[in-house]
């Protein structure tokens, strides 16, 4: 489970006195947590999302990144998605060596046993009051996705036997995964 550390109210700038040490380190409202190094299957389905989704992202003028990149909500709010989809000509334009979260165009956490109880609480909160549609949950034991949208209360649940779809830009044809292909690559 995430460990959280209520000492003292942190910022996202006390973020980078912590030595890298194989962690990650988030801070929501003030309030750090810190996530153990991810599984082997936990990296496997997040390289597998990266690869089905950057080219496709990529014609449409999206970058897609992975973890771990920086996500700035304010300055005591700071996240970092496994994945995340954003516009390449809005963030060249930045100055930052962080993502504004409202130039997210798609955020993907995988779920791991110490980081499920955040993600799909704090951190899905953090994304829907921020307005990041969609925000993908990847559960990698049942198999499932949750498709979380701001202003809507429960997730569309996509399982293993479904085919995913996406599509960010309304003109461009959607982005098909086959669920069952990318959780295989479990194996």
Do not use: C
Request: glycine share 4%.
């Amino acid at each position: 489970m995430a460990q959280r550390a209520q000492s003292w109210p942190r910022t996202a700038d006390d973020l980078d006195d912590i030595p890298r040490d194989g962690n990650r380190y988030e801070i929501i409202d003030g309030v750090l947590y810190v996530t153990a190094t991810p599984s082997r299957a936990h990296q496997r389905i997040a390289l597998a999302l990266l690869m089905r989704i950057h080219a496709y992202a990529a014609s449409l003028g999206l970058e897609v990144l992975f973890a771990p990149v920086d996500v700035r909500v304010s300055p005591v709010t700071q996240v970092e998605p496994d994945l995340l989809v954003f516009s390449r000509v809005e963030a060249n334009a930045l100055q930052t060596r962080w993502m504004p979260m409202s130039m997210l165009v798609l955020a993907i956490e995988v779920l791991s046993p110490s980081t499920a109880t955040v993600d799909r609480g704090r951190k899905r909160q953090l994304y829907m009051a921020e307005g990041v549609d969609p925000y993908w949950i990847v559960d990698v034991e049942a198999h499932t996705v949750e498709i979380w949208t701001p202003g809507v209360g429960t997730p569309i649940v996509q399982h293993s036997d479904e085919v995913l779809v996406w599509q960010p830009v309304t003109e461009s044809t959607p982005l098909q995964i086959e669920l069952q292909s990318l959780f295989d690559e479990l194996l």
